[in-house]
């Protein structure tokens, strides 16, 4: 049997292998953190230094658009309940409330999947995708978080971040050079792996990592 999220092979039937699960983990108990700080880069520019909740209260027009989608309904929140919601009906559980703030959603939609992810790993079918889905949502807001000026989108990053676990950074080609590196794991793709990169192939059975 192989892992639903990276395809390697499992020593006991499983959805998830212990990379994955790892990873899974590190970016649930990240992507409340990620949120709040997103707060800080809804407006064009420098940060303020007043902290995010100010900023969240008193951000003018214009705002960052995409800053503003990952942290309104339909961003973050939206993707963390409902993977929570589908794990619980699976479960055969109710479905979760959704109350207070779209913070206090995020960090319990979050810790709700944390705490269950045993079953999740072992158990719940659709671990692989949520795995995927949860690894290009944390890339995603590290990505706001630091963004890189205007560039190339070449792709993601294909690393191996340890018992199968893939980065999945985004990864841009900087202008003027051949030089990538993942601004996440530190990953270089000199310019030969680029045509794989790009066309998604390393993440096929048959295709190969760099």
């Known amino acids: 049997m192989n ?3 990276c395809h390697a092979a499992l020593d006991a039937p499983a959805q998830l292998c212990t990379g994955c699960l790892r990873g899974l983990d590190t970016r649930l108990a990240e992507l409340p953190a990620q949120y709040l700080l997103l707060a800080e880069h809804l407006r064009p520019g420098a940060a303020r230094g007043d902290g995010p909740m100010a900023l969240v209260r008193e951000a003018p027009l214009p705002v ?3 800053v503003l989608d990952m942290r309104a309904e339909g961003g973050l929140v939206t993707t963390l309940e409902s ?4 794990m619980q009906d699976a479960r055969g559980w109710g479905r979760p409330a959704r ?4 913070e206090r959603r995020v960090m319990a939609a979050a810790r709700g999947l944390q705490m269950n992810l045993d079953w999740i790993a072992s158990e719940f079918e659709a671990a692989g995708d949520m795995a995927r889905e949860i690894r290009a ?3 995603q807001a590290a990505a706001l ?3 890189a000026p205007p560039t190339l989108r070449l792709g993601d990053c294909a690393a191996d971040l340890g018992a199968g676990d893939i980065c999945g950074a985004p990864l841009r080609v900087p202008a003027g050079t051949a030089e990538v590196r993942c601004r996440r794991c530190g990953a270089d793709y000199p310019p030969h792996t680029w045509l794989t990169l790009a066309t998604g192939a390393w993440a096929t059975p048959e295709g190969a990592a760099a």
């Open 3 to 5: 892992c639903t999220a």
């Open 64 to 66: 960052r658009e995409d």
């Open 83 to 86: 993977w929570r919601e589908a």
């Open 99 to 102: 109350a207070g703030t779209v």
């Open 137 to 139: 949502l944390a890339g």
């Open 145 to 147: 978080l630091d963004p």
